[in-house]
């Protein structure tokens, strides 16, 4: 049974019940996170039981999950399970890091991470009985928004701003849910999905603005935690967009320690594009407040909110956990892309960007090398093949006898 207790915000405390409306705290406008009866759960609930448990992504946390009963998993869940954590040699050499871990987010469902917030949103809506969802979205998000209410026959509402690659659309609109092109740039399309909401009484799954969000995604930490044998990395570097992700998994790290479950932090490290940096400038600047920033033109389409609502909030977690958010270029990404390819991933760019960042932080010293660094790879390549380098041979067209009496050495040279 879930040890959920209600809410509290983030900035002025205050303290909600379960019902209470899952939006921003009523009092200041803050972000309310879900608060859970951790000292009762510490005394009935370990490491132990976790690990007896199968991986189902939200299940297996259920008493952690602002979810009251357990057959709304199922109904609205697409098989997710914990996603691969690999360790990679050749890419630890490349970064110049002791070991390199690879949490292989772009295996979800529909190919990201945005399958935890989803999941977990939808939870959320099925039990609250609302009928519409909606959320804006870069793309990845919507899709699983799209696909977990087509899953849980609900109806949804997709926000995108115009330009959304090809492959992003396609995999929202194979589930029929209404999309709704905005022209202008994320934090666009989120003011107008979010004037929709609040008109038609909709559900946002928007992180932040919807609680349960942050919830589902805070099984990154849990899953990091748990595969690395209840030690988690030293480090664990995240793509920082809206922090959704840098954000949720400080809230599960802090919730597995107050159970007792592991004994250290990781520093929490985020990467954005430096076509659009608001948090990485503020941390390099040494200030609390992010300031908006214009943004200049990117291969990437993701990860580009110019004025992130959760920007001061995800400054503390960086400074508190000895983390760091700093920025890559296009250049960067492009190339971890590519090394990431030549492992055998498959990533698009913001699913690249925290190996590009990574080697970025070694090459300018800023991080020690002798650490154990996990790198979320939270979108696969298949999202976005306009931007993957293209590497390898690839012939002309040849004739079928051009080929038998080519020598097959010819090819590898
Ligand atoms: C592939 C990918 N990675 C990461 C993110 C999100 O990062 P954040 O949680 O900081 O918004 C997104 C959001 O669209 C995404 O599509
Ligand atoms: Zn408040």
Redesign the pocket.
Known sequence: MSAWVGFRCTQCAKELPPEAEAGLCPSCKGILFAAYDTAALARRLGRRDFEARPPAMLERWAELMPVRDAATFRRVSLGEQASPLLESEPLARAADVSRLLLKMDAQLPTG???DRPMSAVMCGAVERKAPVVCMA?????GASMAAHAARAGLQAVIGVFAGVPAAKLCKIRVHAPTVVQVAGGMDDAEEAIQSLARRGHWFNGE?FVNPYALEGEKTIAYELAIQCGWDPPDAVV?????????VASYKGFQELAALGCIGKMPRLIGVQFSACAPIAAAFAAGQTQVARFQRTPSFSS??M?EKPFAGELALRIFRETGGIATAATDDEVRAAMGLLGQGGIFA?P??AIALAGVMRLRREGRLEPNLRVACLV??NGLNYIEAAPQGGKLTEPLPLGAIQSMAPEALLS
């Not at 979205?137 to 998000?141: L, V």
């Not at 995240?238 to 840098?246: E, T």
Request: charge should be neutral; proline fraction near 4%; hydrophobic fraction near 40%.
């Open positions: 990201s991470l945005k979205s870069s793309g990845n998000a992180a995240f793509p920082l967009g809206s922090a959704a992700c840098v993701t990860l909110h698009e913001a699913g939270s979108g």
